[in-house]
């Protein structure tokens, strides 16, 4: 996970990087945490080390991320996946919680995501009692936003929405995903007066002129980040 952040935060501080998309094999997007190096943990250690906090620090990356999940998402790996702003995967994708079957519970963040992506009835019946869910379910909950025939077809797809979204204006992205990420910290009426004032702050920049003056002159933007 350190390792993940720092390629995170490195690409998050060059001027070329658009969008990140984040993926495993087929066998496993991230099968979770080593239960053997887990296991003699104790609460003051825990504690001290304040033990999972990495996967919250992904949060903080102002480029939109893309999971392309193919094979296990299971525990810590589910979570990561959520920790992403948009959810793709392959056809054998597998999503699950199943900290409960080890008598703890999700403790990077999957009983407050999970809840916000398909509802606290789901939710609590996949922390509840451990048991996975397919990649269709996952796309019909609303988990994952697509799923896709080949292992190779959810990453290319990854790839391909990760340079669309790396060629739009750079400001207005990173607005709208930290205007997105808002509505889960605050209620909707506060939520709209904060995505009301990232839209105001727009209109300052260069790239609000350009893109505006090139859809009325039917041109192609020519984004500058400014």
């Not at 104790?42 to 996967?55: C, E, V, Y």
């Not at 994708?93 to 990077?108: H, N």
């Not at 019946?125 to 379910?137: F, P, Q, R, V, Y």
Request: hydrophobic content about 45%; proline content about 3%; glycine content about 10%.
């Amino acid at each position: 996970m350190k390792e993940l952040n720092d390629a995170l935060r490195t690409f998050e501080s060059s001027k070329e990087a658009g969008a990140i998309v984040i993926t495993g094999n087929e066998r496993a997007f991230a099968a979770g945490a080593d239960i053997k190096e887990m296991k003699d943990i104790t609460f003051a250690d825990a504690f001290r080390n304040d033990f999972l906090k990495p996967w919250a620090d992904i949060t903080q990356i102002t480029i939109p991320i893309i999971a392309a999940v193919n094979g296990y998402a299971l525990g810590g790996g589910c979570e990561l996946a959520m920790t992403a702003d948009i959810i793709y995967c392959g056809p054998k994708a597998v999503f699950g919680q199943p900290e409960i079957k080890l008598g703890v519970i999700p403790g990077a963040g999957g009983t407050q995501r999970l809840v916000w992506a398909i509802g606290k009835a789901k939710a609590m019946e996949i922390i509840l009692t451990g048991k996975s869910i397919s990649a269709e379910e996952a796309v019909a909950w609303g988990l994952a936003a697509r799923m896709f025939e080949t292992p190779e077809g959810c990453v290319e797809a990854a790839l391909d929405t990760a340079e669309l979204i790396a060629g739009l204006g750079r400001l207005a992205v990173k607005a709208a995903k930290e205007a997105v990420n808002q509505s889960m910290e605050n209620g909707l009426s506060e939520g709209v007066k904060y995505e009301r004032r990232l839209f105001h702050s727009l209109f300052a920049s260069r790239d609000q002129k350009i893109g505006m003056t090139a859809f009325v002159e039917k041109k192609k933007p020519q984004w500058t980040g400014e």
